[in-house]
Nanobody, 124 residues
């Protein structure tokens, strides 16, 4: 599978952005798609994930209530709607796929396919 993430940009604190992750050349039917982020000098951290079949979701505590992950099955695309953005949300956001399973993991080592990342910068 190939993943293409886009939708990042510069936004003021309190604003919103919507990230998209389009999957192509997928050869498996069961999988989990997740968003991770990495700020300068920090490790890559889990943000949110969704199971493709059932639509179950999981969120990091730091984004719960502000971010929403969803999917469009027909377009093989996942979205991350980010509202009430804070300066601490500034990072490169990566989408990732955990193939062959329908169980969400928050560990980046469990994801074998990664997109190239899109920069999100929140100015205070």
């Amino acid at each position: 599978v190939q993943l293409q993430a886009y939708g990042g940009g510069l936004v003021q604190a309190g604003g919103s952005l919507r990230l998209s992750c389009a999957a192509s050349k997928r050869t498996f039917s069961r999988y989990v798609m997740a968003w991770f982020r990495q700020a300068p000098g920090k490790e890559r951290e889990f943000v949110a994930a969704i199971t493709w079949s059932g639509g179950s979701t999981s969120y990091a505590d730091s984004v719960k209530g502000r971010f929403t992950i969803s999917r469009d099955e027909a377009k093989d695309t996942a979205f991350l709607q980010m509202n009430s953005l804070k300066s601490e949300d500034t990072a490169v956001y990566h989408c990732a796929v955990r193939s062959g399973v329908t169980v969400i993991s928050r560990h980046r080592s469990q994801y074998s396919h990664w997109g190239q990342g899109t920069q999100v910068t929140v100015s205070s």
